[in-house]
């Protein structure tokens, strides 16, 4: 399970880099379409990274 939440965290980091691309090295913020794409891709990059540090956590203090 926890390997699941491990690729799920590393997709939505590479989510938050293609939107930082985006918003840094090409001109697609000037138009609609660019702002949506650009604020999914962040949004949803930064929804699935959250889950695992929690995880990882929760499995700490069950070893502890």
Do not use: N
Not at 23 to 49: E, H, K
Request: glycine share 10%; with cysteine; charged share 10%.
């Amino acid at each position: 399970m926890i390997k699941f939440f491990l690729y799920l965290h590393l997709a939505g980091l590479c989510l938050i880099g293609v939107g930082l691309y985006m918003l840094l090295m090409t001109d697609a913020s000037a138009q609609v379409s660019g702002m949506v794409a650009l604020s999914s891709a962040l949004g949803l990059g930064g929804v699935m990274i959250s889950p695992y540090p929690v995880i990882k956590a929760i499995e700490w203090m069950k070893r502890q």
